[in-house]
């Protein structure tokens, strides 16, 4: 630690996301207290904590991505973190948080992946954030399965989509993203939260016609 950084730390003290005791960013008691996603009991095709045997998530809905995965579910000291790393401008976080992931993709998908790529944010949510915490969570996931991250989406447009329900959601996202590039075989999307993967969908849609041949997400957290 520099000197700067130990003054920092004395005006401002790092604090755990989850208690907000200061110390480390996810402390170990809050860690060992996530709300883990179990692989045995999830659903594969749209990462429902507790779809293995019937998902009444997905059963009824055709995704353009094979299968996800997720880290845990969209509550406590995981959504905080979630929360504090996007919008409150936490950026260490999203090492922390890139790497459960990889850890996560590593366990139920090794060496699957041929490229790693993200959910692009909008021109505006980047300048209010300052940074994109999409790669930010993709280049540790890179880095774990020893894959490429890098950019093959682009936004056609985005519309805020939290109040809409999710036939809505899914009519909503398609055609919101175009290819960079061209992408080639297994590509892996990383993002942070999924609620009804009307994103993901039309992100997998958008790199199937660019050339991928099978897209498979994984995100931080499941809303469900």
């Known amino acids: 630690m520099g000197i700067l950084d130990g003054l920092l730390e004395l005006v401002a003290p790092t604090r755990c996301a989850g208690c907000e005791l200061p110390g480390a960013l996810l402390c170990v008691r809050c860690d060992e207290a996530l709300p883990r996603v179990h692989t045995a009991r999830a659903c594969l095709r749209c990462g ?8 009444t998530e997905c059963w009824s809905t055709e995704y353009a991505f094979e299968s996800a995965v997720s880290v845990g579910e969209l509550d406590g ?5 979630i929360v504090l790393h996007k919008d409150a401008g936490e950026r260490r976080l999203g090492h922390i ?18 490229t790693v790529t993200w959910i692009p944010p909008s021109k505006a949510a980047i300048a209010r954030r300052g940074f994109d915490h999409g790669r930010a969570l993709a280049e540790p996931v890179g880095l774990l399965t020893q894959t490429e991250a890098r950019v093959l989406l682009g936004r056609s447009y985005a519309r805020d989509q939290r109040r809409l329900g999710r036939g809505a959601r899914l009519a909503g996202a398609s055609g919101s993203f175009s290819p960079v590039g061209a992408a080639r075989g297994h590509v892996l999307i990383v993002d942070d939260v999924m609620t009804t993967g009307a ?3 039309a992100a997998a849609a958008a790199l199937l016609e660019a050339g991928a041949s099978s897209v498979r997400v994984a995100v931080v957290a499941r809303a469900w």
């Open 48 to 55: 429902a904590p507790y779809g293995a045997l019937v998902c």
């Open 77 to 81: 000291a995981l959504a905080r973190a």
């Open 199 to 201: 994103t993901l969908d």
């Open 97 to 114: 948080l890139g790497t459960m992931l990889g850890s996560k993709v590593e366990e139920v998908w090794p060496g699957w992946a041929q």
